[in-house]
């Protein structure tokens, strides 16, 4: 089974860092992913870490710890456009199949 | 554009009527996944199929089903529907048997009266 869990909303300023926080509990992890999605609109790709540590692309960064059960998002200088939904999803396997498993969604609101 | 197409964009319909949603993958994917997102629940794996063949179910009731054809569309079928099942559905594919990164279809938004 999985337990995958993030804060439902948060808010922040333009220009400023936020950090989305992501725990999980899962059975045969092999890798996370953070999507991003617009209200109403379909998830996009954003980041995958399968080992422990940074990965930076941009103004995103996504860090992972497997021992901890714990992944973070951190988006840099905040821009209006990224007030949206972040979705953090395990790749879990059962047997041979594995499933892309996602959390909520974080809510995120950036404020002028 | 993810380049993953999907139809209608909006389904309207009553309880325990049946519908078909449809899903064209990215050129070259050969994985199709479905998803249901409902505000309370997130995004809900249903189903995949992998070249034609169904390779992992999530929770996908019995009322629903789905196929994958030798173009690689794919279509959803939910049947005897509830209130309960008005979502917004999506579909991904991915070039890989796993859920490598998946590209998704802007959803069917399904109102259920």
């Known amino acids: 089974g999985q337990n995958i869990d993030q804060p439902t909303e948060m808010t922040a300023t333009e220009g400023a860092i936020v950090q989305i926080n992501c725990t999980y509990q899962?059975?045969?992890?092999?890798?996370l992913f953070w999507y991003q999605q617009h209200a109403g609109e379909a998830p996009t790709f954003l980041s995958y870490?399968?080992?422990?540590g940074l990965e930076e692309k941009g103004r995103f960064s996504s860090f992972l710890s497997r021992s901890k059960g714990y992944s973070y998002l951190l988006l840099k200088e905040l821009q209006m456009k990224d007030s949206a939904s972040y979705l953090c999803a395990v790749i879990e396997y059962g047997g041979s199949q594995g499933n892309l498993i996602f959390g909520k969604g974080t809510k995120l609101s950036v404020k002028p | 554009d993810s380049g993953v197409t999907q139809t209608p964009k909006h389904l309207i319909t009553a309880t325990g009527q049946r519908v078909t949603l449809r899903c064209s993958p990215r050129s070259g994917d050969l994985s199709v996944y479905w998803y249901q997102q409902s505000l309370d629940q997130g995004l809900q794996f249903l189903i995949q199929?992998?070249?034609?063949?169904?390779?992992a179910k999530g929770n996908i009731l019995e009322r629903f089903s789905a196929q994958q054809f030798p173009d690689l569309h794919s279509e959803l079928n939910l049947s005897s529907l509830e209130l309960g099942d008005s979502a917004l559905y999506f579909c991904?594919?991915?070039?890989?048997?796993?859920?490598?990164?998946?590209?998704f279809g802007s959803g069917t938004q399904l109102s259920v009266l």
């Open positions: 899962t059975s045969g992890f092999n890798g």
């Open positions: 870490n399968v080992l422990d």
């Open positions: 199929y992998y070249n034609g063949e169904e390779r």
């Open positions: 991904a594919s991915s070039a890989a048997t796993g859920p490598e990164k998946l590209f």
